[in-house]
T-cell receptor, first 111, second 112 residues
Framework: NAGVTQTPKFQVLKTGQSMTLQCAQD?????MSWYRQDPGMGLRLIHY???????DQGEVPNGYNVSRSTTEDFPLRLLSAAPSQTSVYFC??????????FGSGTRLTVV | DQQVKQNSPSLSVQEGRISILNCDYT??????FLWYKKYPAEGPTFLIS?????DKNEDGRFTVFLNKSAKHLSLHIVPSQPGDSAVYFC???????????FGGGTRLMVKP
């Protein structure tokens, strides 16, 4: 059972480039979400989805796009990367009211 | 303005002693609280939770206390072990299963 898988683990982008961070879960969880972790700020919610075809914005959605075409996958797109998006990104999923399962993260640097 | 705050960025404790990690919140609508533990290069893992109908929840060496009037919760680890060295995040939500708001984290170092 792989849990929540994030790829890539590391990425360096130039300002203005676009890319997609991948997230997949094999637990048939309804709820998936993306967080970013910055020093002293904890984890802040970017976007979330309560099921296939349904997405919504979190606390810090600007500059990011998501879609949920299947239960398993929840990719996060950076439309035009900026240095302020340098962060560690975590994908998480949960079933019902149980605790979240997090992926191991993607460390993104925008230069 | 952060709704969930962990005012101590780091804490150092001797092995075998008690570790107390603190968390304050401002949103009175929060009624479900969780603690997550995070090792370097890994995602956070769920540790323990508490609902606002309780003031204490225990799981082995870990106990979470909730003081609703003070909008304060704490995590006690007794006895502390070197393997407990990690970053601990508290999180809160309005109802179990809803969107989580995280604190900034406290780095715990347990010295042998």
């Amino acid at each position: 059972n792989a849990g929540v898988t994030q790829t890539p683990k590391f990425q360096v982008l130039k300002t203005g480039q676009s890319m997609t961070l991948q997230c997949a879960q094999d637990m048939n969880h309804e709820y998936m979400s993306w967080y970013r972790q910055d020093p002293g700020m904890g984890l802040r919610l970017i976007h979330y989805s309560v099921g296939a075809g349904i997405t919504d914005q979190g606390e810090v959605p600007n500059g990011y796009n998501v879609s949920r075409s299947t239960t398993e996958d929840f990719p996060l797109r950076l439309l035009s990367a900026a240095p302020s998006q340098t962060s560690v990104y975590f994908c998480a999923s949960r079933l019902g009211n149980y605790g979240y399962t997090f992926g191991s993260g993607t460390r993104l640097t925008v230069v | 303005d952060q709704q969930v705050k962990q005012n101590s960025p780091s804490l150092s404790v001797q092995e075998g002693r008690i570790s107390i990690l603190n968390c304050d919140y401002t949103n009175s609508m929060f009624d479900y609280f969780l603690w997550y533990k995070k090792y370097p290069a890994e995602g956070p893992t769920f540790l323990i939770s508490i609902s606002s109908i309780k003031d204490k929840n225990e799981d082995g060496r870990f106990t979470v206390f909730l003081n609703k009037s003070a909008k304060h919760l704490s995590l006690h680890i007794v006895p502390s072990q070197p393997g407990d060295s990690a970053v601990y995040f508290c999180a809160a939500s309005e109802g179990a299963g809803n969107m989580l708001t995280f604190g900034g984290g406290t780095r715990l170092m347990v010295k042998p």
